[in-house]
C-alpha cells in the first residue's frame, strides 16, 4: 500500500466513533507518554540545576589538629669573657629545655599545643626578632639581672662557677613565663583581638563650654611626639590609624560624681557606665576596623577637680585628708579615658588650648591604655625571683621593648594560625554539611593560599631553614585572612539562608499540578487493568465448564 493510502486510511479512521477500547488505549498512551518524558527529562533537568562545587583539599586540612605541637624556638646569645664550648652551651640548652618541660602545666584534651623551645648559642645575635643577646659578667657582690629594651639581658655573678646555674635559671623563667602565658590564648578582658588595622580616635570632651572655659588642644603635635613612635614600632604587626576630633556641649555623662570636701570623685562602680555613647559622638572615619577610643574629658568647672578614688581615698579624704586618686581608667574592649582638670585660676569664658606639653601625662595614659587594649603586658617577662635583683628597664622612647615585641608578635603568631585552622576545619564541615551549597574556584583558590600560608609558618619557625618571626608572623596573618574571606564569601553566606526547604517551596508550584492528575491518571489505569484481569479470570472457568 502506497503512504498515500496509509494516511487517507488513517484520516478515515479518526473520523469513524470511537469504541471504548480505542479510548482505554488512547489515555493510556498519553498518560504513559508524559511518564517517558519525565523519566527522560529528570537526568537532563538534574544536570542543569546542579549547583557547581569545587574540592576543597579537606585532607590537607584535617592534618592540622589541636594534638600537633606547634615548636617556637627562642634563641639566646651569651656573650661572655669565659669560653663556652659547644658541650657547654649544648649542656645548658638542655637543662634549660628540661626545667621547661617540668614546668610546663598538662596538656589539656583538644587544647592547642604550643611549646616553646630554647636554644643557646654563643656569638653576637642578630638584631630580629626572637635572637636575644645575654652578657654573663663575674665578680659582682650578689647575682643580679638587668633586661634592657632592646632584646638584650645583662646577668652579674659573683664567681664564675655560678654562671651556668644563672644563665639556666635565667633563661628557663623567661621562656617558661611567656608559654605559659601563650597557652589557651585567653586574651585579657580588656583587650581586642588581632586586627591588621585599628582605627585610634582621640576625642577632646568639653563638659560644659558655655558656663566654663573654651577649651582646644594642639594634639597634632602631642601626637608626633609621644604616640607616633610607638605607632611606628608597631606597623610590621598591625596598622594604627589616628585621627582626632573635639566636641563641645558634649553634656555631662550618665553617671552622677560625688562631691565632698571640693572635689569631685568617681568610684569604681561608676566607671563602667561613665561614657555616654549615645549623646557622645565617637563615630569612626574606618568603620571596617575594630575602633580605639581615647577620651580627653574637660569636666565642668563646678565639677573640677574631678578624680577616681577607690575605698581607702574615700576614707582618707572623709578623714580631711586629700588624696591624689587617679585621673585615668581603662574601658575594656572599647578604649580609655583621662581626666583633664583645667588650673584653678580658669574662669568662665576663657579660652585655653592644652599644648603638647600640658598633654604629655594624657598621652602617656593613652599609650599605657592602648599597650594594654592590643595584649602588650606590663613589662617584659623576668627571670626567675632567686635573683637578688631584677631590674626592667622600660621603653621610654618607642613604648614598647624588644622583648614585649617579641611577645606580641609570638601571641599574635599563635593566635592567627588556630584561627585560619579552625576556620578552614569549620568551612569543611560546613559545605560537607549542606549539599546544596555553591563552593566556587575563587572559594578553592583562597583556601589554597590559606594552606601554603600555614606551611610557610611552620617553615618559616624551622631552625634548619634559617628562623625567620617575621614572615612566619606575616604568613600566618595571611592565612587567617584568606581562612576568613573563604569562609565570609558572599556566595558562600547566601547558601546558609536558602535550604532544601525552599527549593520544595519553589518547584512544587510547577510538579504538582501536573504530577496530581498523572498520578490519578496511572491509579485508574491500574484497577481498570485489575478488573480487566478479574473479569478475564472469571469467565475462562464458565468456557471450560
Known amino acids: 500500500m502506497a503512504l498515500g493510502d496509509k494516511l487517507r486510511a488513517l484520516l478515515r479512521r479518526r473520523n469513524e466513533p470511537k469504541t471504548i477500547i480505542s479510548m482505554h488505549r488512547e489515555r493510556q498512551v498519553a498518560v504513559f507518554s508524559i511518564l517517558l518524558f519525565m523519566l527522560l527529562g529528570l537526568p537532563l533537568w538534574w544536570t542543569t540545576t546542579r549547583v557547581y562545587r569545587a574540592d576543597l583539599p579537606a585532607d590537607s586540612i584535617n592534618r592540622f589538629a589541636p594534638g600537633q605541637t606547634l615548636a617556637i624556638p627562642v634563641v639566646f646569645y651569651v656573650d661572655t669573657d669565659a669560653s663556652l664550648s659547644a658541650a657547654d652551651t649544648q649542656s645548658i640548652e638542655q637543662k634549660v629545655q628540661s626545667l621547661v618541660d617540668s614546668q610546663r602545666q598538662q596538656f589539656a584534651a583538644g587544647e592547642w599545643r604550643t611549646r616553646y623551645q630554647a636554644m643557646v648559642r654563643t656569638g653576637a645575635a642578630p638584631k630580629t626578632p626572637g635572637h636575644y643577646t645575654i652578657q654573663l659578667q663575674t665578680g659582682s657582690n650578689a647575682t643580679t639581672v638587668d633586661m634592657g629594651p632592646d632584646r638584650s639581658m645583662a646577668i652579674a655573678v659573683p664567681q664564675a662557677t655560678q654562671a651556668k646555674g644563672a644563665l639556666i635559671e635565667a633563661i628557663s623563667a623567661i621562656v617558661s613565663g611567656e608559654e605559659r602565658s601563650v597557652r589557651g590564648l585567653a586574651p585579657k578582658r580588656a583587650a581586642l583581638k588581632y586586627a591588621p588595622e585599628y582605627a585610634v580616635t582621640l576625642t577632646l570632651l568639653n563638659e560644659d563650654p558655655v558656663g566654663g572655659a573654651a577649651v ?29 576630633q573635639v566636641l563641645h556641649h558634649a553634656g555631662p555623662p550618665p553617671v552622677t560624681p560625688h562631691r565632698a570636701h ?98 604629655q601625662q594624657h598621652m602617656g595614659y593613652f599609650i599605657s591604655q592602648l599597650r594594654r587594649l592590643i595584649g602588650i603586658h606590663g613589662e617584659a617577662p623576668k627571670p626567675g625571683t632567686s635573683m637578688s635583683q631584677v631590674h626592667v628597664h622600660p621603653a621610654t622612647k618607642t613604648g614598647i621593648s624588644g622583648w614585649e615585641y617579641d611577645a606580641l608578635m609570638r601571641r599574635w ?32 583558590t583562597q583556601v589554597d593560599q590559606a594552606l601554603h600560608s600555614l606551611y610557610a609558618v611552620d617553615q618559616a619557625l624551622n631552625l634548619t631553614s634559617n628562623l625567620d618571626y617575621s614572615r612566619a608572623f606575616a604568613s600566618a596573618a595571611s592565612a587567617a585572612a584568606f581562612a576568613e574571606s573563604a569562609f565570609f564569601d558572599p556566595s558562600m553566606v547566601s547558601m546558609l539562608y536558602f535550604p532544601d526547604q525552599h527549593k520544595y517551596a519553589i518547584y512544587m508550584p510547577f510538579f504538582l499540578p501536573v504530577a496530581m492528575p498523572l498520578l490519578a491518571a496511572v491509579k485508574k489505569i491500574v484497577a481498570e487493568r485489575k478488573r480487566t484481569r478479574a473479569a478475564r479470570a472469571a469467565k475462562e472457568p464458565a468456557k471450560t465448564e
Open 413 to 444: 603568631l599563635v593566635h592567627n594560625r588556630q584561627t585560619a585552622i579552625t576556620t578552614l576545619q569549620s568551612l569543611v564541615r560546613l559545605v560537607d554539611s549542606l549539599q546544596s551549597m555553591v563552593v566556587m574556584d575563587e572559594i578553592k
Open 262 to 359: 571640693n572635689v569631685t570623685y568617681l568610684t569604681s562602680d561608676m566607671l563602667p557606665h561613665f561614657i555616654n555613647s549615645p549623646s557622645w559622638n565617637f563615630a569612626s572615619i574606618d568603620p571596617s576596623s575594630p575602633m580605639l577610643n581615647f577620651v580627653l574629658f574637660v569636666p565642668a568647672l563646678a565639677s573640677q577637680p574631678m578624680r577616681i578614688y577607690n575605698e581607702q581615698d574615700i576614707r582618707r579624704l572623709d578623714k580631711g585628708g586629700s588624696p591624689p586618686g587617679k585621673s585615668a581608667f581603662v574601658v575594656s574592649q572599647w578604649g580609655g579615658v583621662s581626666i583633664a582638670n583645667l588650673p584653678q585660676a580658669t574662669r568662665p569664658g576663657d579660652k585655653v588650648v592644652l599644648s603638647s606639653a600640658d598633654l
Open 216 to 244: 582646644d588642644w594642639d594634639v597634632e603635635q602631642a601626637v608626633r611626639a609621644y604616640l607616633q613612635p610607638l605607632v611606628d614600632e608597631l606597623r610590621p604587626l598591625t596598622r594604627l590609624s589616628i585621627s582626632s
